[in-house]
């Protein structure tokens, strides 16, 4: 079964700081993977999705690097804003079963004015 | 170009009572999934529909269940609630075949009493 983890589990920086937030998964038959950000009592905005076949994607301040072999993925933010504070979720599909997202528990982040 | 819409964001029912919540998914998008979030467990996968047909489910009793009409629009019910129904339910929407990005609404948030 697949298992994603998320590190930190919380994370506080000041303004302008660049940040990088961890995920890894145990299962590299990975099919997609794809950031979420979540505001409180929201629901899930997409941020990024790499397929299986990229290693990296970029959107303005971020970029999400992939690693299938070592079954890990990085979420770098560039200069934080306060308004970047949010809960960070990482959420993979498998090969065998690419309709099903397995999230991991998320990164709560916090950017200090 | 509308997201996807969930309803109603609230809800409040009574243990016992039975709950239908409404999903209606971005214009084109024929896959639509369900995902429960709670504080312990997390985003927890419930079952996902294409072309009016459930292909993949979660391990959750029979009690959920859903629907997916001919127009993409999906609705799933929860009959004899528990307190430890009350979550926050999400829809998640996406476009046919693999690889593509799934696109979530904002959720309803459902309390039982």
């Known amino acids: 079964k697949q298992e994603v983890t998320q590190i930190p589990a919380a994370l506080s920086v000041p303004e302008g700081e660049n940040l990088v937030l961890n995920c890894s998964f145990t299962?590299?038959?990975?099919?997609?993977l794809q950031w979420f950000r979540q505001d409180p009592g929201k629901g899930l905005t997409s941020l990024l999705l790499?397929?299986?076949?990229?290693r990296e994607q970029t959107s303005g301040r971020l970029n999400a690097s992939l690693d299938k072999s070592s079954g890990r993925s990085t979420l770098y933010i560039a200069a934080s804003q306060p308004g970047d504070s949010a809960t960070y979720l990482c959420?993979?599909?498998?090969?065998?079963?690419?309709?099903?997202?397995?999230f991991g528990s998320g990164t709560k982040l916090n950017v200090k004015p | 170009k509308a997201g996807v819409t969930q309803t109603p964001r609230y809800l409040i029912k009574t243990r016992g009572q039975q709950v239908t919540l409404s999903c209606s998914p971005i214009?084109?998008?024929?896959?639509v999934s369900w995902y429960q979030q709670t504080p312990g467990q997390g985003l927890q996968f419930l079952f996902e529909?294409?072309?009016?047909?459930?292909?993949n489910k979660g391990n959750f009793p029979g009690r959920f269940s859903g629907r997916q009409f001919s127009n993409s629009r999906s609705e799933m019910n929860v009959s004899t609630l528990e307190l430890g129904d009350s979550a926050l339910y999400l829809c998640?929407?996406?476009?046919?075949?693999?690889?593509?990005?799934?696109?979530f609404g904002q959720g309803t948030r459902l309390t039982v009493v």
């Open positions: 998640a929407s996406s476009l046919v075949g693999e690889n593509t990005e799934a696109f």
């Open positions: 299962d590299s038959a990975i099919y997609n």
């Open positions: 790499i397929q299986s076949s990229q």
């Open positions: 959420a993979v599909t498998n090969t065998y079963n690419f309709n099903k997202f397995y």
């Open positions: 214009s084109g998008h024929r896959s």
């Open positions: 529909y294409f072309s009016e047909t459930q292909r």
